[in-house]
């Protein structure tokens, strides 16, 4: 394994780590989470216009406009409102559990959209989603445990599940259109019509300066920066290998999360965690060896 492929999609899980735990600082001040969503969007896409520009990559066909603005709407409004809105109901070790249901998602979507077959690793892995999602969400009630230093509430599991799913949608959105332009040139279009979106469903706050801050960094580190790592990883990387490493990103959100704002789980939260992790493995392990059989035959 590339050890500067290892290292570049290991910066970006940091990257994307640090989502939670910085969204809840301008949280504190009174700025609603869509309005947080927003700016990190709006704030996102002026670093990629500009890398964009320097590109000279800013056109698209005129077919790919509608397919673009979905995106926009899917991938920005609903997946950065709904994990901001997951993030400050939940907490932010949960939702960045909860964002990691995402590959089961992307099981179940790509044999009911793409034709995949869904086998025993594929099932198994679904399975074990749904029983770490109880776990986290339930188990405090179920068990009676007092442990826990974070709250669940249905809308807050809710937020983080569709979250999990919106993102998902990167993956067959990335995989029938966004090899046709640079990512740059994709978020240039698609971030301003997701901020767009956004506006109608908050009033703007006055921002103290440790509050810019933050919707700074959630744009400048955790969107164009953490994007722009993980593709210049995938260069001396499968994609399958990037998958993996990535997945320390809700170990480090939960790191944060319990450092900055004393957030911990039972042990059932801790166990459905370890589940939904656990299915990721599985998932990426499987894909693994599909890759490999048809390396085989091709060979043969």
Known sequence: MNLKGCILTLMAAAMWGLIGPISKFPMEQGILPLENAFWRALIAWVFFALHACRLRSLKIARKDIIPVVLFGFTGVTIFYGSYQLAVNDVGAALAAVLLYTAPAWVAFMSWLFLGEKMGPAKISALIMTIAGVVCVSMGPRIFGNSDASIDFTWFGIACGLT????????????KTFLPKYPTPTVFFYALPVG????MPFFEFHTKSSGSWLCLIALALICTYGAYSVYYAGLKYLEATSASVIATFEPVIAAILAWLWWQ?????TGYFGSALILGAVLVIVQSGRRQEKLKRIHSTQ
């Open 163 to 174: 979250s999990g799913f919106t993102y998902a949608l990167y993956y067959i959105f990335g």
């Open 195 to 198: 901020a767009l979106a956004l």
């Open 263 to 267: 957030e911990q789980f039972d042990w």
